[in-house]
Each structure stands twice: as C-alpha cells, then as structure tokens.
C-alpha cells in the first residue's frame, strides 16, 4: 500500500510567490517523521525539513515551513519567496517508528517562473 | 568528507555483467543506506548497515544484489548479473547516530546513474 501520496506531479510558481507542496501520508504507528528534500538536476538529495509526530509546533527552516495537520495526515511544504534555484523535484518521506528504510512519494516537480 | 560521495557517477553496463558500486559516507556517520531510484519515481530503500554490520537487507531485490560495508565506512553495491530492470540511480545516504531515533537525518550523495544495454 502507498504509504506517501504526492498528488501534484508538476507545479509552477512565479518568482518571490509562495508555494505549497502537497504531501499525505499513512501509518498506524503513533512514532514517526516526516521529511522533505529537494532533488535538482544535479542528482543529489538535500535534506530541506523535518517534522516528529509529537512535535507540538509547525517545523520552519528558513523559506521552508511544514503544515503538519496530524489528524488528517498532511505534511505539506509551503516555500516562501520562491526562488528560480528552486526548481527541482521534492520528496516527501516518513520513517515509521524504529524502522530502518525511509518511504518517499513520487514526487513533486516544482518550477520556478521569472 | 564534506559530504556523502559516489562514484562512478555514470556506469554503462552489457547485460550479464558484474557492476560495482562504491559509497564514501560523511565521516564518523554510524548509518549507511542504499536506496534505488528509477525513472520518474522516489527511492526505494535496498539495505541499511549500523558500522560494518548490515542490519537490513529487506528492500535488495534479488540475490544478484550484495552490499557491503567492512571496516565501518566506505561502502560497495554489487549486482551481479546486470539486467535492464537494474537500470536506475543509485543513491547512498548516511546519517550520524544509528537508527531507531526519531530525528536521525539522512544526507544523500548524487547517485550512480547505471545504464544496462
């Protein structure tokens, strides 16, 4: 079963607006976190943020905040002032509990308009 | 290093042959991770080593595929036998404590891009 549903495979955004990016996710188990990188053409993986379930608040990062909304099991990126360097594609993960492998969706490809 | 290093980072494999891939994790990271990323989709976790013991294998999908990890640091994938299902990138990741903590963060290297004709 998909375990993190990325509904938006492409999304476009004007340069300096803000942006979210969509992420749900399903799990039984009481424990887990949740990340976001970011994957430009280069390749390679950036980690961006990270959410716990038991946070109380919101996780921020910069330009990047997470709408975490447990009860429906939604952890959406919002980026603020968009810049063009963050066209790429981002990935929502979970880790559940004591688990080793982390779960990523498919995707979102984010381009940023000047 | 400063960060997670792969090499190569392209490899052009004929199908039938012997591919090895090396991993240069961040240095003292306790957790090494191999994942498989195709075309178009997320990662896909293929195993998890704790220092130089290899904790999880769940996720290689078949016995062509061999990781390992001797001394701790450095790591190799091995998949014997390429097939063109085997195209892919793939990624290695470390984190610093072992797993099992709730915020264990996973730095990721660029990946090796493995082509099978």
């Known amino acids: 079963a998909q375990k993190i549903t990325q509904t938006q495979p492409g999304m476009f955004v004007q340069e300096k607006e803000a942006v979210t990016l969509d992420c749900t996710y399903d799990t039984s188990d009481p424990s887990y976190g949740l990340f976001w990188y970011k994957q430009p053409s280069s390749g390679e993986m950036i980690f961006l943020i990270y959410q716990g379930s038991y946070d109380q608040q919101n996780a921020t990062e910069g330009r990047y905040s997470l709408n975490f909304q447990k009860a429906r099991k939604s952890a959406n990126l919002v980026i603020s002032a968009s810049q063009l360097g963050d066209s790429a594609m981002y990935f929502c993960?979970?880790?559940?509990?004591?688990?080793?492998?982390?779960?990523f969706g498919a995707g979102t490809r984010l381009t940023v308009k000047p | 290093g400063a960060g997670v290093s792969q090499s190569p980072r392209y490899k052009v494999a004929k199908r039938g042959q012997d591919v090895a891939l090396r991993c240069d994790p961040i240095s003292g990271h306790v957790s090494l991770f191999w994942y498989q990323q195709a075309l178009g989709q997320g990662p896909e976790f293929l195993t998890y080593f704790q220092n130089e013991a290899q904790l999880d294998k769940s996720g290689l999908p078949s016995d062509r595929f061999f990781a390992e990890r001797p001394e701790g640091s450095v790591s190799t994938l091995k998949i014997q036998r390429t097939q063109q299902e085997d195209s892919a990138v793939y990624l290695c990741?470390?984190?610093?404590?072992?797993?099992?903590?709730?915020?264990?963060?996973?730095?990721f290297g660029a990946g090796t891009r493995l082509s099978v004709l």
């Open positions: 990741a470390s984190s610093l404590a072992r797993q099992g903590l709730a915020k264990n963060i996973q730095y």
């Open positions: 993960a979970m880790r559940e509990g004591q688990n080793n492998d982390m779960r």
